[in-house]
Structure formats: structure tokens, C-alpha cells
């Protein structure tokens, strides 16, 4: 049975770095854990929630109820062949380190996702993706537990219905599910993505023989590197806002007045960057004390160290704000305000 702790920081758990506290906290490190833990302990908290690699959050205040830290850790090869490796991977391992133990083995599909920080159980929730690829390409399968009954269910891909940053997870099924287990299913001559960004000339540059699942992976995280603040040195949580899509004619308006606007074409619609409408209403830099803008990108909000969630979010909303006013498009976040 996992114990219980109270009023436990959540700094370090956060790669915002925000300094709020959790109530009530507790680790699990097995299904068992988990399902022990619903079974006989949840009645007596008003409100939990499960906490990954906390990459994805941004605290504006402390957590009232039970932080349930995700600790479930494990890699299994359920089958394998000459074409393809079908692995079950624990919740709680660290989505870096796997992308690093697929690509040393040679398995393609997730090596342009290569430095995303946060845990395995987190990338179905928002299906995270980078350079033209998304998790749910190599997605079989996620178990879960009902947080309610303790009931352990498997969604097929189907099932999770994925999106652009999104899934089941954070719709119907939102705080309803503790995911425990990813199953990945992975081929071993799986295409190259290389066509989105600057992948092809970072490849280029590094004078390599032969383009490999690692190398790519390797030209991924030089391009990162570039873009995105180390969380270890500053606070961020990646992308604050999503990419918004809008329809035809609404794209066409705008298009009219810039140009220079990037646009990707979608099945749904154009989706427009972000980072550039922010950027075009002159946030990027932008430095409030201890907090503000990256300079290198204007999609990511970072934390110098010392701002409050509540300071940020409301960095976020004034950003908002503006590019509605300027562009008539109202942001969504990407990061799970709390
Ligand atoms: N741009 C600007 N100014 C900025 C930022 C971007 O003009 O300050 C322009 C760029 O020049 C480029 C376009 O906007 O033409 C797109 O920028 P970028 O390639 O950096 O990608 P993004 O759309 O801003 C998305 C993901 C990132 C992912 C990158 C690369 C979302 C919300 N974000 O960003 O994901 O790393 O593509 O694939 O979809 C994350 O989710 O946390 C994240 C970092």
C-alpha cells in the first residue's frame, strides 16, 4: 500500500518550476499499487490528480486534494520479429530515455520525438508530437484503471481518438483514467520523416554516412537545443498555446494583410503557428521580473526562476488577449492550467 504524505512541495515535479504544495501525495509504482490505493483510499479525498513528468502543468495555486505521482515503471518486448518490436512500456518511464533505448535498437517511429520531457503514461493524453510525426503512429494500445471502480480497461488506438494534441484523455474521459502502460508497436524499416524543418540540413551539417533512426533523433535534439529552453535551467512547460486551425476563408482573410505568414495545410483546415502570431504582436523577449517570453521562440513561456503559476497564467491570458484582438483567432492552451 503506497503511503501517504502531506504537504509535499511540488517544485521539482514541475518543469515549470512553480513552488506550489499537494495536500496529500502519494507514489505508485505497480497496477497493484494503484488499484489498492482507489479501492480503499479515495473516498477520502475531495479531488486527485495524477501527475506524469509535470511538463505539461502550470500550478496557480497549491493542490488541494491527493497528487498521485506516477511511478510505474518497466519495459517488456511482448513480441518481436524480423519487421517489428511490440513493447509494453510503464507509465512512469521517462519519454527521453525511451526514445534513446528504441532508437540504440534500430526501431523507427518515434525518432523525431527525441527530447520531449515528460513521462511515457503522458504522451497518448495530449498524443505529443514534433518535426511532422505524432505518437499515436506507434500507439497499439494504453492501459488504464478507472479511477472510480479501480476497473483496468485497454483502449485500442481507436479507441483513444486521437487528435492535433489530443485524445479521449482530455475530453470525456478527462481525470477519469490513470494510464499505466503504454504498448508501442514499432517497425524496423519504418520511413524517414525528414521533410518538416530544418531536419534535412541539420543532417547535412553533421556529415554522418548513413541516415539512421539515431541520427535523426540526434539532428532532432540539436535542433531543440536551438529552439527550447533547458528545463533543467529554465522553468518552461514547451508549447504554452496550441497551433490553432482555422477554415478557408478565414485563412484567406488573413493571409491577405501577411503574407509572410507560415501556414501548414491540413485535412481540417490551415493550421497557423502560434509562436508567429504571438511573436507578431511583439511578445517575444518579453522579460517581467523573474518571468516572460523565450526569446527564441515565442510559443514557450519560461520561469527564471521564482514566478508564481498565478503570475505566468496570467502572462498567458494578457497573450491571449492580444492576439485575439490583432488576429481574431482565440488561443487554446496546450498546458494543463491547474
Ligand atoms: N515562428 C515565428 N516566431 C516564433 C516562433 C515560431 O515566426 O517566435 C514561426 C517559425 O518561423 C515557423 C513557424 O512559426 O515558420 C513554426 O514554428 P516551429 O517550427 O518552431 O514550430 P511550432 O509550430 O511553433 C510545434 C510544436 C512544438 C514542436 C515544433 C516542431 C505545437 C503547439 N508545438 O511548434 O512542440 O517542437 O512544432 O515540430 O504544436 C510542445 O508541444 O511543447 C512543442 C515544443
Known amino acids: 500500500m503506497p503511503s501517504i504524505k502531506e ?20 507514489e505508485i509504482s505497480s497496477e497493484n499499487e494503484a488499484q489498492t490505493l482507489i479501492k480503499d483510499d479515495f473516498r477520502n479525498y475531495s479531488k486527485y490528480l495524477v501527475l506524469g513528468g509535470g511538463s505539461n502543468v502550470l500550478f496557480t495555486d497549491d493542490f488541494s486534494g491527493l497528487v498521485i505521482h506516477q511511478g510505474i515503471k518497466g519495459k517488456k518486448i511482448v513480441e518481436e520479429d524480423e ?8 507509465a512512469g518511464e521517462d519519454w527521453p530515455f525511451f526514445v534513446d533505448y528504441c532508437v540504440d535498437r534500430d526501431w523507427g517511429g518515434i525518432e523525431n520525438l527525441a527530447l520531449i520531457p515528460g513521462q511515457v503514461g503522458a504522451s497518448p493524453v495530449q498524443n ?6 505524432e505518437v499515436k503512429d506507434v500507439i497499439e494500445s494504453v492501459e488504464a484503471i478507472e479511477l472510480k471502480s479501480g476497473e483496468k480497461k485497454v ?12 485524445s479521449v484523455f482530455k475530453n470525456e474521459l478527462k481525470d477519469r483514467y490513470l494510464i499505466t502502460a503504454v504498448n508501442f508497436l514499432f517497425y524496423k524499416n519504418a520511413d524517414f520523416h525528414l521533410d518538416y524543418g530544418s531536419i534535412r540540413d541539420t543532417l547535412r551539417q ?6 539512421t533512426y539515431k541520427t535523426v533523433a540526434e539532428a532532432v535534439k540539436q535542433i531543440r537545443r536551438k529552439k527550447l529552453p533547458d528545463i533543467e535551467e529554465t522553468g518552461s512547460a ?13 485563412f484567406e482573410k488573413l ?3 501577411n503574407s509572410n505568414m507560415p501556414f501548414f495545410k491540413m485535412d481540417s483546415g490551415y493550421k497557423i503557428p502560434a509562436g508567429w502570431l504571438i511573436d507578431q504582436c511583439g511578445w517575444k523577449g518579453y522579460l517581467e521580473g523573474h518571468y516572460g517570453v523565450y526569446p ?19 502572462l498567458a491570458w494578457r497573450i491571449r488577449d492580444d492576439v485575439e484582438k490583432y488576429f481574431g483567432i482565440r488561443l487554446q492552451p496546450e498546458v494543463t492550467v491547474i
Open 155 to 166: 483502449f485500442s488506438n481507436k479507441e483513444c481518438r486521437f487528435g492535433y494534441r489530443d
Open 296 to 314: 527564441y521562440q515565442a510559443l514557450v513561456l519560461v520561469n527564471y526562476g521564482g514566478a508564481t503559476g498565478k503570475e505566468i497564467a496570467d
Open 255 to 257: 493571409r491577405n494583410g
Open 83 to 90: 519487421e517489428r518490436c511490440l513493447i509494453k512500456v510503464g
Open 128 to 133: 505529443i508530437g514534433a518535426y511532422g510525426r
Open 206 to 211: 553533421m556529415d554522418i554516412d548513413k541516415i
Open 238 to 250: 514547451g508549447s504554452f498555446f496550441k497551433n490553432p486551425v482555422v477554415d478557408e476563408n478565414f
Open 7 to 26: 504537504n509535499i512541495s511540488l517544485k521539482s515535479l514541475n518543469t515549470f518550476g512553480i513552488g506550489a504544495n499537494a495536500r496529500y501525495f502519494t
